[in-house]
């Protein structure tokens, strides 16, 4: 397996939010699946039962794509990166409403666009594989 940095972040980024989904379970008990409040995780960042899912969701096609190739982790950071910078902004808007069916909170609108920064930052700003040459030839 060739590293790449698109394949590192994905794999890494992956990881931790298939821990962060396993873990958010342990806070979330009593919590209605898509209730406005849910428990705190790690003491800052309200989750319930479906933003735990997404979190697992999120977290497997992460390290899936990660330890697929270069090109699959470019694709899917690419992607979550954009639903996260959309979700951290969006965010912001849903607090206190009906609509803020993943329990999100200020914590969680910060993390999700610093995630988003990342992702997109390596997703879009490196190519799938560094110092990789062209296989194409030239044509007359």
Known sequence: MRNSPNRIVATVFGAVYLLVGLLGFLVTGGVGFIATE??????????????????????AALLIAGLMS????????????????????????????????????????????????VLLGVGVGLGVERGARSTRTATA
Do not use: R
Not at 45 to 54: E, G, M, S, Y
């Open 70 to 117: 270069a090109a699959a982790a470019k694709l899917v950071n690419t992607v979550v990166g954009a639903a996260y910078l959309l979700l951290g902004i969006v965010g912001f808007f849903l607090a206190g409403t009906a609509a803020n069916i993943l329990a999100l909170n200020t914590a969680d609108h910060f993390l999700h666009l610093a995630s988003a920064l």
């Open 38 to 59: 849910g428990g705190l995780l790690l003491g800052v960042f309200q989750v319930n039962p479906l933003h735990n899912i997404a979190h697992l969701l999120i977290g």
